[in-house]
C-alpha cells in the first residue's frame, strides 16, 4: 500500500480544511488509517485513525468536537475535515496505515501535506 496526502494549505484561524490520503493498494479490513501531526520542534503526535471495516474513530482530546475522520471504501481514500481551526493546528500532517489505530502499529507513511493557521 502507498498513500498519498493532499489538502493542506493556509487558512486563518476559525476557517475549515479538508486532508486527502488516497491508498493505492489493498487496505484489508482490519486495518486502521489515520492522520499524525508534527509541529516545528515537536515530536509527531497522534491526531485521529479509522478502522477501515468497521469505521470505528478515534480522536486526539485537542481535536475532538472539531475533526472529523471518514472514509470512502470505494475510492480508497480517508478523510479528514478539520473545521474551527487554531493557529496550534499549524504542523505538517501525515496519514498512515497500520494494523491499528496505535501510533506504534502504523506500518506504511504518507507524504505530509502542510497545514498553516494564522492568527
Known amino acids: 500500500v502507498q498513500l498519498q496526502a493532499s489538502g493542506g494549505g493556509l487558512v486563518q484561524a476559525g476557517g475549515s480544511l479538508r486532508l486527502s490520503c488516497a491508498a493505492s493498494?489493498?487496505?484489508?479490513?482490519?486495518?486502521?488509517v489515520g492522520w499524525f501531526r508534527q509541529a516545528p520542534g515537536k515530536e509527531r503526535e497522534f491526531v485521529a485513525t479509522?478502522?477501515?471495516?468497521?469505521?470505528?474513530?478515534y480522536y486526539a482530546e485537542d481535536v475532538k468536537g472539531r475533526f472529523t475522520i471518514s472514509r470512502d471504501n470505494a475510492k480508497n481514500t480517508v478523510y479528514l475535515q478539520m473545521n474551527s481551526l487554531k493557529p496550534e493546528d499549524t504542523a505538517v500532517y501525515y496519514c498512515?496505515?497500520?494494523?491499528?489505530?496505535?501510533?506504534?502499529?502504523?506500518?506504511?507513511w504518507g507524504k505530509g501535506t502542510q497545514v498553516t493557521v494564522s492568527s
Open positions: 498512515a496505515a497500520g494494523t491499528s489505530p496505535d501510533y506504534y502499529d502504523m506500518r506504511v
Open positions: 493498494g489493498r487496505i484489508f479490513s482490519s486495518s486502521a
Open positions: 479509522i478502522r477501515w471495516g468497521a469505521g470505528t474513530t
